[in-house]
């Protein structure tokens, strides 16, 4: 069979193939730049690629031919037709790229000419760029670079493919060619005038993302908590607060529907249009910190109970807590101050029955306990008390595993089963607040954290998710309560390892995570340490923008405002631009005057000036010569001859260079002499 395939392929088609080594590094390319979207793409796609990259390859060892026309228009048609029936109709930004990732593995069919190389190439740097809406960190960012990188490489290796060690030679002016250009780079990154651009618009992305939702049922918080993902991290301008301190505002849920509890106001309009302005520059204040959030898709922050909006990017709701004007649709820094003094809550409670709200039936038994707890209680700070006694007092656990509760819940929470996790104790708790006439409220985020390499900074996981309760107390205002760290202090204290810890529960299904290996240091310690790299990328590099170029440039001598940054681009482009040209006309004149070639051919063109043939610019050594022997005859064979030459150093591969200068130095003399004789 493959015989016959080599048979049917015509020396026309041969001819078309590019040069196997190059078409290498292409696929490398290829390869290493879809690695950043490996979680994304359907598993069909990817397979679809690397099928349809095997395909080309073999086309070019004569293994099976490339489809035709029509053949390629059949497969573009059904794989474009699975790619339609997987999106579903849904176009958002994963879909957009998932889509450009197929138009690339079709493109491997039609590439069989060197122009087909270029246009393939150009499309992978386009894909580079495309990586970048998803991986922003470090190591991704290597291995985009490296990505680039390999696809230049096989630009140097088509255009040379003969050359011994081509490949090496290609790594070494690659290198060489980054670190001339490095100083550039790293100019114009820091003064180039970084303004946000008048055409951006939050993404719309339609993956399902692992975080906090503004709804709560008992369960998904305890799904969350076998998630490592990060949320945010947190850099405090003074020592980190003890952890038992850290409750991270997020939400506030106070309807109650069945067995889910709900926001009853919504978030209101989004602006989708608005560009974000960055925040968090300039050195902390001690009561000050940075939260470096990572991209949730919605518009709430996270804060510390009592904290003060610092950064423009950031404001602060009548219920406490902070919002976006967007959706964070990528890393968002902003700055918050915790409060000097104790706070004193100075909210109104408002519409009371919207804290009071329950379902008009349901959990009966809960129902009578709150009543009668509500008469040995003199007021509602001794009955969230007597509720957290039940809790400390009793066989209540807590667990990432309960049991199913379908019917009454509650009821089945308080008085049978007695275990649960954070979303079912804080829903109970307001239950049964609720139920004796006190507003309450439950609230939702993170609690807690892990301080990060040299604890710099707090790292806080989607595993520190966290639901406690708000009641409101007449004269304090809201006021917090867990009932989580009444049944199990080490969730609080130490985090949510230790609190499972005998259950074994702690990112059960989750093995690649090092956060499951607490107890291996080495794993530990790299792992911080990645993440320590990747914080600082972000802080630094990523997050240059806006407000943190203007805070480094209002530091240097002068003051440099945005004109003047414009200034600086203009003379940094200029002079490198300069440097450049002077740099390559200095060693083509060093070139010139070290290549015996050249001398010679200079003496040439410097004896056709003398005799009146003036060199024309593109013109070439066989003209030169023609025009040269019209206007002296008696020199027509040794011109001639000398063009010859010429041409043969140039197109015939240098081969008998030294005996053709040799040559060409000797005829250079005869036609002085002609010349002479023509002219005396």
Known sequence: MIRRFRRKQTSESRADLIPGAALIWLMAAFALLLLPQWDRLPVWLTVSCVLLAAWRWLAQTGRLRLPGKWSRAGLM????GVYVATVQGRFTVETASSFFVLA???????????????????????????????????????????????????LQVLNAPGIPGSARSSWKRLGLMFLKTLPVVVLLFVFFPRMAPLWSVPLVSGEARTGISDT?????ISSLAQSSELAFRVTFGDDIPARRDLYWRGLILDRLDGDTWRQSRGQGFRRPGEVALDGGVGPLKPNEYDVLL???????????????????NVRKTDNSLFRFNRPADTTLRYRLALPSAPRVDSESLGDARRYLQLPASGNPRARDLAQSLRQQSSGPLEFAENVLSRFRQQQYYYTLRPPQMPDNGIDALLFDVKRGFCAHYAGAMTFLMRSAGIPARVVIGYQGGQPGADSEYLIVRQYDAHAWVEAWIQGQGWVRFDPTAAISPARIESGLREAVQEEGSFLENDWTSPQRYGDMALVQWASLQLDKMNYQWQRWVVGYQGQSQMDLMSRLPGGIGLRELGYVTAAVVGGALLFAGLFTALKGRSFARR????????????????????????ETPSQQASRLAQAEPSVAASARTFAALVNRHYYAGGQGANEDIGRMKRLLATLKRQLKRANS
Request: hydrophobic share 50%; proline share 4%.
């Open 104 to 154: 690339v593995g079709l493109k491997w069919l039609e590439t069989r000419s060197v122009r087909d190389f270029y246009v393939l190439l150009f499309i992978l740097v386009y894909l580079a760029s495309v990586n970048f809406l998803f991986h922003q960190e470090i190591h991704w960012t290597i291995v985009n670079l490296a990505g680039v990188m390999v696809l230049f490489i096989g």
């Open 595 to 618: 290549d015996p070639f050249s001398r010679v051919l200079n003496r040439w063109y410097s004896m056709c000036e003398d005799a009146g043939v003036p060199v024309r610019y593109g």
């Open 216 to 220: 709560m049922t008992p369960g998904d």
């Open 77 to 80: 048609i059904v794989l474009v």
């Open 294 to 312: 990572e991209p949730t898709y919605e518009t709430w922050a996270f804060a510390l109970d009592g904290s003060e909006a610092v950064s423009d």
